[in-house]
Nanobody, 124 residues
Framework: QVQLVESGGGLVQAGGSLRLSCAAS????????MGWFRQAPGKEREFVAS????????NYENSVKGRFTISRDTAKSTVYLQMNSLKPEDTAVYYC?????????????????WGQGTQVTVSS
């Protein structure tokens, strides 16, 4: 089994920055992709960003391109999401996810493991 624990959420003003972290533990010996999704109140969960194990391929949702950066430290089994120029519409619960398929996919069903989520609130 794999466990994912997110941290780094909080309240920030529009235009500010936050960095989310997600630490993976358990059976993570294989090569795997990691990603971030978010869910705003009353909306469906949506893709934010993903990255392959080596970091050679990353994928972003259009509205966050140029503002968010996904990165990872494989030695620490940790993935990060640096969020800059935050907007009120970025307010959501952010979830970390892990895919054993090692593809930088945007498809949530390809990720078999999920964290508990961390709240990000951007005030205007």
């Amino acid at each position: 089994q794999v466990q994912l624990v997110e941290s780094g959420g909080g309240l920030v003003q529009a235009g500010g920055s936050l960095r989310l972290s997600c630490a993976a533990s358990g059976r993570t010996s294989s090569r795997y992709a990691m990603g971030w999704f978010r869910q705003a109140p009353g909306k469906e969960r949506e893709f934010v960003a993903s990255m392959t194990f080596s970091g050679g391929t990353s994928n972003y949702e259009n509205s966050v391109k140029g503002r968010f950066t996904i990165s990872r430290d494989t030695a620490k089994s940790t993935v990060y999401l640096q969020m800059n120029s935050l907007k009120p519409e970025d307010t959501a619960v952010y979830y970390c996810a892990l895919s054993l398929n090692n593809l930088a996919t945007s498809i949530a069903s390809r990720f078999g493991y999920w964290g508990q989520g961390t709240q990000v609130t951007v005030s205007s």
